[in-house]
């Protein structure tokens, strides 16, 4: 079974840094997509960044120049750096993975990890 297991949220004041990893399971011989999302209490999940298997990567507005998604392809893992933090980053963090070439379940399309809380405060 394909899952995500993100780590590396927290509290943390505001200007400060957080670095979220996510790793993905699973007997996995490739992922094309990966990337964070982050929901705000009462808001709609939203796209914060993402990487394509070859490096290609799309940033939100808010966060250019303050956050890095980086990962590496050998251990399945996707990491987010994020500097610079405001209180408006509040939010739950979830990793994303999309066409996952799986030894066991073939091509897995759209997964989610469980969500890592992160809390700026000002």
């Known amino acids: 079974q394909v899952q995500l297991v993100e780590s590396g949220g927290g509290l943390v004041q505001a200007g400060g840094s957080l670095r979220l990893s996510c790793v993905a399971s699973?007997?996995?011989?490739?992922?094309?997509?990966m990337g964070w999302y982050r929901q705000a209490p009462g808001e709609q999940r939203e796209l914060v960044a993402r990487?394509?298997?070859?490096?290609?990567?799309d940033y939100a507005d808010s966060v250019k120049g303050r956050f890095a998604i980086s990962r590496d392809n050998a251990k399945n893992t996707v990491y987010l750096q994020m500097n610079s933090l405001k209180s408006e980053d509040t939010a739950v963090y979830y990793c994303?993975?999309?066409?996952?070439?799986?030894?066991?379940?073939?091509?897995?399309?759209?997964?989610w990890g469980q969500g890592t809380q992160v809390t700026v405060s000002s």
């Open positions: 699973g007997s996995i011989y490739s992922i094309n997509l």
């Open positions: 990487i394509g298997h070859g490096g290609d990567i």
């Open positions: 994303h993975a999309d066409r996952i070439t799986s030894v066991y379940q073939g091509i897995v399309y759209d997964i």
